[in-house]
């Protein structure tokens, strides 16, 4: 069956870079049209996409965030990682990673459990 | 940016309908889906691509999508189905959430 993990620090310092990396087992990031996307939710508040990479190395960034993201895989390890720059108190929320199972699917069908991180000096 | 709309909260009595909507402009010319969220668990796909649902999910839960809105019907309201739901659509290269709905069972 399908799992992903997600994996990084719970504590980061303002400015600092958080570094987040989502282990799944089940399927293989070389598959046609699958994917691994990243979500976060602030504590209490809605979801918000943040990026999703395609088995093809094909990257999507939200609008609003792309500069301070970056998504990368491992396929021989089945790992994506994201990177986000300059982290704020305001980006401190649980962050998911989730497989998308087709390039024309647009949804997330098998979420990880969710990683903590708060940002805080 | 494409922005989802949904009401905070809808309350619905147990075996009763509830209906949840997910307003955007021209969301009916797109696929939405439905997540449900129950507190301290991650989220749960129960429709997908307007209508379907995945395997495991109950029959009570149904979407559909026209024009501006799409809406999660959950028929004969249990009160394991108090949770959280998010619609979610994809629009110019990016996945929107929306705003979420808080769902009770009297």
């Given at each position: 069956?399908?799992?992903?993990?997600?994996?990084?620090?719970?504590?980061?310092?303002?400015?600092?870079?958080?570094?987040?990396?989502?282990?799944?087992?089940?399927?293989?990031?070389?598959?046609?049209?699958?994917?691994?996307?990243?979500?976060?939710?602030?504590?209490?508040?809605?979801?918000?996409?943040?990026?999703?990479?395609?088995?093809?190395?094909?990257?999507?960034?939200?609008?609003?965030?792309?500069?301070?993201?970056?998504?990368?895989?491992?396929?021989?390890?089945?790992?994506?990682?994201?990177?986000?720059?300059?982290?704020?108190?305001?980006?401190?929320?649980?962050?998911?990673?989730?497989?998308?199972?087709?390039?024309?699917?647009?949804?997330?069908?098998?979420?990880?459990?969710?990683?903590?991180?708060?940002?805080?000096? | 940016?494409?922005?989802?709309?949904?009401?905070?909260?809808?309350?619905?009595?147990?075996g009763?309908?509830?209906?949840?909507?997910?307003?955007?402009?021209?969301?009916?010319?797109?696929?939405?889906?439905?997540?449900?969220?129950?507190?301290?668990?991650?989220?749960?796909?129960?429709?997908?691509?307007?209508?379907?649902?995945?395997?495991?999910?109950?029959?009570r839960?149904?979407?559909?999508?026209?024009?501006?809105?799409?809406?999660?019907?959950?028929s004969g309201?249990?009160?394991?189905?108090?949770?959280?739901?998010?619609?979610?659509?994809?629009?110019?290269?990016?996945?929107?959430?929306?705003?979420?709905?808080?769902?009770?069972?009297?």
């Open positions: 069956q399908i799992t992903l993990k997600e994996s990084g620090p719970t504590l980061v310092k303002p400015t600092q870079t958080l570094t987040l990396t989502c282990t799944f087992s089940g399927f293989s990031l070389s598959t046609s049209g699958v994917g691994v996307g990243w979500i976060r939710q602030p504590p209490g508040k809605a979801l918000e996409w943040l990026a999703l990479i395609y088995w093809d190395d094909d990257k999507r960034y939200s609008p609003s965030l792309k500069s301070r993201l970056t998504i990368t895989k491992d396929t021989s390890k089945n790992q994506v990682v994201l990177t986000m720059t300059n982290m704020d108190p305001v980006d401190t929320a649980t962050y998911y990673c989730a497989h998308s199972p087709c390039g024309s699917c647009r949804f997330f069908d098998y979420w990880g459990q969710g990683t903590l991180v708060t940002v805080s000096s | 940016s494409y922005e989802l709309t949904q009401p905070p909260s809808v309350s619905v009595s147990p009763q309908t509830a209906s949840i909507t997910c307003s955007g402009d021209k969301l009916g010319d797109k696929y939405a889906c439905w997540y449900q969220q129950k507190p301290g668990q991650s989220p749960v796909l129960v429709i997908y691509q307007d209508s379907k649902r995945p395997s495991g999910i109950p029959e839960f149904s979407g559909s999508n026209s024009g501006n809105t799409a809406t999660l019907t959950i309201t249990q009160a394991m189905d108090e949770a959280d739901y998010y619609c979610q659509a994809w629009d110019s290269s990016a996945y929107v959430f929306g705003t979420g709905t808080k769902v009770t069972v009297l």
